[in-house]
């Protein structure tokens, strides 16, 4: 069959220019079955849905979207249906919420694939071309005799050697600036690529939205992971990787052994990142210094808030604000650039606990400092405990984009204007009052060359913002 993934225009994010790695993944097992494959990332075509499905006599579209992507990804599946294809969605809006997009109001939907799809996909196509009922499609959400059908779950993938690499030949790489210019980009003209050692998360942080790998961690060989990397650096020619792994440094031993075997290989030529961040309570000083080793240029840390309790009790982070500081000093003594991620607004903050935060910020230092505002994803314990006690405000799932600077709920003793003004603050505080952070921004070429995003950026965050302040606000 010929199908063609697909990732809709994105409305919301514009700096997302990174590959899309779920569709690959899927790309490289229908590709290993025999069907011929496509990859269309909207961020990233010179041309319309259209004229490619043309071309290339696609009869499938497979769309992939994130929450605040969904309403995107309808869109393109209307377009797929006007140009007569079968339309199927998934990712990880579609599995925590796969009814919504199959029922009557979504008619431009065919099918609906629920979570890891490498499996289920393989199964779709053998059933859409008469090769296996529809009813044996694991994880599928479809329509018959216009009733709903909802089939067995697909379940994790118990063994991820056991699935081919990413297609990662299929992406028009050099249309790709970095892996974001916000926070992980190094170059952003690089050849960047993103891989994921492991799958899956342990740890239960309230607003963690993990709906597609789940809790189990499940690694990739470390012999697995070089063979990528490998092919990658020499073949692909990366000039910059990303690890996307929800925890890439879970066992200690095999993060280290996978430094050890990229230096052996002599693989650590091409600098690398960690995307998602890394989990500061499984570090140590050695992990660093093979990190640096191994080509690591720069380190991310889930830090989220400088208040022990709204770490602990709400976050339910599982780390201290000692460990947090332990992770920086290694990091930065092994000569790593840092990256820190912070939340502003989760339930129960107060302008005496968003302070503590900003304040734990400028005294970590990263060299990245990246504020965000809390969002209740669907399926999260927040979303759970908001819309038992709070209201949220977001009336589209546009709304749950970090780029759009609107508070996203308010709950009793909570005072979502003061949120906004904190996070706004904790940016012109961070980058804008300190001289070094102003000369640090003003002598990088980027400053200059895109001066257009930068006064925007500047309007966003340094522009104080007209706002009646409830509390001590530091
Ligand atoms: C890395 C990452 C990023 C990076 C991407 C960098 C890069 N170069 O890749 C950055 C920082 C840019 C980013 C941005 C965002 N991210 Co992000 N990100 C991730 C992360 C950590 C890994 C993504 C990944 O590589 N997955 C690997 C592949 C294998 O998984 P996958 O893409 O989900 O694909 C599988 C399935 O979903 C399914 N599938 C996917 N597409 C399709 C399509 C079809 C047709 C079918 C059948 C199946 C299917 O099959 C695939 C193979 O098993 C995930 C967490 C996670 N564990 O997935 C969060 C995650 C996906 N991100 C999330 C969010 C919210 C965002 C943002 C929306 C943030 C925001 N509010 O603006 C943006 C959206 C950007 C965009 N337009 O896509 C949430 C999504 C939650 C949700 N409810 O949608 C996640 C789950 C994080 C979390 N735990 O909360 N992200
Ligand atoms: S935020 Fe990170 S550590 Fe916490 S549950 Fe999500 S993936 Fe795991």
């Known amino acids: 069959m010929k199908v063609l993934l697909a990732s809709p225009e994105s409305e919301v994010w514009t700096s997302r220019k990174h590959i899309p790695l779920g569709l690959g993944y899927l790309a ?5 079955n025999g069907h011929q494959v496509g990859i269309f990332d909207s961020a990233i075509e010179d041309e319309p849905l259209e004229t490619v499905v043309r071309r290339g006599g696609y009869e499938l579209l497979g769309i992939s979207a994130v929450t605040p992507l969904i309403v995107d990804a309808w869109n393109m ?4 249906k006007r140009l007569g294809m079968t339309t199927l969605l998934g990712g990880p809006h579609l599995t925590l919420m796969p009814e919504e997009s199959i029922g009557p109001e979504h008619l431009e939907v065919d099918y609906v694939i629920q979570g890891e799809a490498e499996q289920s996909i393989i199964e779709f196509v053998d059933a859409l071309e008469g090769r296996r009922p529809m009813e044996t499609v694991h994880g599928l959400y479809w329509r018959k005799n216009g009733e709903m059908q909802v089939n067995a779950p697909a379940g994790l993938i118990p063994n991820l050697d056991a699935i081919p690499y990413p297609a990662h030949d299929l992406y028009k790489i050099t249309r790709y600036t970095n892996l974001n210019p916000l926070t992980d980009g190094l170059d952003t003209k690089a050849r960047a690529y993103t891989i994921m050692t492991s799958r899956g998360c342990p740890y239960k942080c309230t607003y963690c939205s993990k709906p597609i790998t789940g809790d189990t961690w499940r690694p990739r060989s470390v012999a697995n992971v070089i063979g990528e990397w490998r092919w990658l650096v020499k073949d692909l020619k990366a000039t910059e990787i990303g690890l996307t792994d929800d925890i890439w440094n879970l066992k200690l031993d095999r993060a280290k052994e996978i430094c050890r075997a990229l230096v052996a290989e002599g693989l650590n030529t091409v600098p690398w990142t960690t995307v998602h961040g890394m989990k500061v309570n499984h570090t140590d000083p050695e992990l660093f210094k093979l990190m640096k080793a191994a080509g690591c240029r720069r380190v991310g840390f889930g830090v989220e808030s400088g208040d022990p309790t709204i770490l602990r009790n709400v976050i339910k982070k599982s780390q201290s604000l000692d460990m947090v500081r332990n992770a ?4 930065k003594d092994a000569g790593l650039q840092t990256m820190g991620f912070f939340i502003y607004g989760m339930p129960q903050e107060t302008a005496e606990t968003m302070e503590k935060t900003t ?14 505002l809390a969002t209740p994803y669907p399926g999260t314990e927040m979303y759970d405990v908001i819309k038992q006690y709070g209201n949220i405000f977001a009336n589209e799932w546009a709304d749950y984009a970090i780029q759009s600077d609107k508070a996203r709920f308010t709950m009793p003793d909570y005072d979502p204007d003061l949120v906004v003004h904190k996070w706004k603050e904790a ?16 002598s990088k070429k980027s400053f200059w060359t895109d001066l257009p995003g930068t006064v925007a950026n500047a309007m966003r965050f340094f522009v104080p913002e007209k706002v009646k302040v409830v509390g001590k606000a530091g």
């Open 328 to 331: 920086f000093k290694w990091a």
């Open 359 to 372: 304040r734990f910020a400028l005294e970590l230092d990263p060299d990245h400092a990246h504020f965000m």
């Open 427 to 442: 940016y012109r505080r961070f980058y804008l009052y300190r001289p070094k952070r102003v000369w640090e921004k003003v």
């Open 28 to 32: 490289a097992v229908l590709r290993e």
């Open 77 to 80: 599946a209307k377009e797929g």
